[in-house]
């Protein structure tokens, strides 16, 4: 939505159609983007005494919304970023010593960490996962990266490193921006992606070590066979949850996934202001990031861990996971 | 393994390790490069009255050993290609009509596109498929492959193609080759990678759509947790049959598996002359290429249907698939 000043004809036309087709609550599931929309349709009921209703539901895999201990959709894309690291780990250290391969993988995040730092789950006594994880949250010192790049490989021939796509250098450029124009989405966000080759190819260059730069791309967020069943309930508990606050008469909030314990791990709801989460965005804690930049601390994973929990095994079938069909 | 003459050192150094461990049969499990070892070992213990034994045993993603109706690991990679490509297909049209995206997928396979093809098995009655898939077995011509998509993105506004990593201009220069430089492994091949990211970028110059560039690298022959289970029994199956075989006196051969039949769904397997294998790349076959070259007959999807079928779900600790751990 644009913002209301100057677009009030904008405005009136949805109040309109939802008058039309007799809607009384719009639920709004999605990110950033998405609550300030709740936001500012609500702001706009209030001041036009509206009787519509605006309520916002958490679901983006950015995990970056405020107040909410975290987001549907997170969990499931979390999932697939372990696995999948997990996978490239144990085939980048098959071609044994013979072989030295520097291997960097780039995870989504724009402006926060949160699926970068999902790498930190693929460690455990069967890997022994990624050699260092660069989030956003920290200024990214290319030389400082090389020099780590160049000690680790001294010490052990498969190197796999998860680097975000928003990785920032000091005067704020995108280190993929360096060397190479950036496209601009329709939201004007500077389109990310070539991250993970741009360093490949620097530590190629200066190392001449063997490398290879994957990108997870958008499966990480479309693939549904490896979602997390424990991010799956919450996804309909958040759900059901905006649908009884929007039968309360509750406008203008957003619903929130309050944990309650870890062991065992257990989520309540709530409904909270909309103005305290719209164009806030929630970044991986600093007590979370270990001291030298370059990993998760063991705070994050237990954070981490109970929301990639349980599996929806994919119904399978001519050998592939069955997709819901859309009705013509 | 170096060709025999002029190294016969390196050769009798073999024997003389296998002798001093009392090894009897070697058994070694691989693609084209590997039966090459195969045949040139059991050459040379025929030439010098050896008795060791030298038994091959199937085993490349890339399917392109001659004989044998398939090779193990390839339904596994075929059934994660389809799997992730419904995915990416799925995400692509999420946008609808207002974001027009055009995905370009690349895909494996240096000269020979059996792990392209396996993208026609995305296609079902709950997911439309790849709109076009481009082997290395045809020309792949630029002009044409740019009218293409305009005429596509015209049709409709979420185009999803797959490309082997391994098409070919006319005049015989790989597609990622143009405009770049390409590094040369071990073996003297060229590195693939960046034929897809080549023709997005193309696209979007020549046509002003939103591309984007996917190669599923490592994750390809890597992610076990979608393995075929036919693929796995079959891996038993061809190794279990050398021993058999080798136990027999067998050597110089390697274990083909021949189909019995479709429905049921049948394979046994033999042991083949290793000279009629070895340095015999096979191709998908013209007649399983559709007309237009875009894209892969009926009969290839009979043929690599099967081979796809069944699940082995992993085991799930801690929310990630478990892996073998390596004693040490």
């Known amino acids: 939505m644009p913002k209301i000043e100057g677009h009030e004809d904008v405005y009136e036309k949805v109040f309109e159609i939802m008058e039309k087709h007799?809607?009384?609550?719009?639920?709004?599931?999605?990110?950033?983007?998405?609550?300030?929309?709740?936001?500012?349709?609500?702001?706009?009921?209030?001041?036009?005494?509206?009787?519509?209703?605006?309520?916002?539901?958490?679901?983006?895999?950015d995990n970056d919304l405020p107040v909410t201990d975290h987001c549907p959709g997170y969990g499931s894309a979390a999932k697939y970023i372990a696995a999948s690291l997990k996978e490239i780990i144990r085939d980048n250290a098959s071609f044994g010593a013979k072989k030295p391969t520097v291997c960097i993988v780039e995870i989504m995040g724009r402006n926060a960490g949160w699926l970068t730092a999902a790498a930190a789950l693929a460690k455990g006594d069967d890997c022994e996962g990624c050699d260092a994880i660069y989030l956003p949250e920290k200024v990214f010192d290319i030389d400082k990266f090389l020099a780590d790049v160049k000690e680790l490989a001294a010490k052990k021939s498969s190197v796999v490193i998860a680097v975000s796509e928003g990785v920032k250098v000091a005067d704020g450029r995108y280190v993929c921006e360096i060397g190479r124009e950036v496209a601009v989405d329709?939201?004007?966000?500077?389109?990310?992606?070539?991250?993970?080759?741009?360093?490949?190819?620097?530590?190629?260059?200066?190392?001449?070590?063997?490398?290879?730069?994957?990108?997870?791309?958008?499966?990480?967020?479309?693939?549904?066979?490896?979602?997390?069943?424990?991010?799956?309930?919450?996804?309909?508990?958040?759900?059901?949850?905006?649908?009884?606050?929007?039968?309360?008469?509750?406008?203008?909030?957003?619903?929130?996934?309050?944990?309650?314990?870890?062991?065992?791990?257990?989520?309540?709801?709530?409904?909270?202001?909309?103005?305290?989460?719209?164009?806030?965005?929630?970044?991986?804690?600093?007590?979370?990031?270990?001291?030298?930049?370059?990993?998760?601390?063991?705070?994050?994973?237990?954070?981490a861990r109970p929301l990639i929990m349980g599996e929806l095994q994919p119904l399978f079938v001519n050998g592939l996971p069955r997709h819901l069909v859309r009705k013509a």
Chains 1, 2 share one sequence.
């Open 186 to 303: 329709a939201f004007g966000h500077k389109q990310m992606s070539g991250t993970a080759t741009m360093l490949a190819d620097r530590i190629a260059a200066e190392t001449g070590l063997k490398t290879r730069a994957i990108e997870f791309s958008t499966l990480q967020r479309a693939a549904t066979h490896m979602a997390s069943l424990t991010d799956i309930n919450e996804a309909f508990q958040v759900g059901h949850d905006a649908v009884m606050a929007a039968e309360e008469g509750k406008t203008g909030m957003m619903i929130t996934l309050d944990r309650n314990g870890d062991d065992p791990y257990q989520c309540g709801t709530s409904a909270y202001d909309i103005h305290a989460i719209a164009n806030v965005e929630r970044n991986v804690p600093d007590e979370w990031i270990t001291a030298d930049g370059k990993g998760l601390t063991d705070d994050y994973v237990k954070y």
């Open 22 to 61: 007799d809607i009384e609550c719009l639920f709004y599931a999605g990110g950033n983007d998405s609550m300030d929309t709740v936001k500012m349709l609500s702001d706009y009921a209030a001041a036009h005494g509206k009787s519509q209703r605006f309520m916002g539901v958490p679901k983006t895999i």
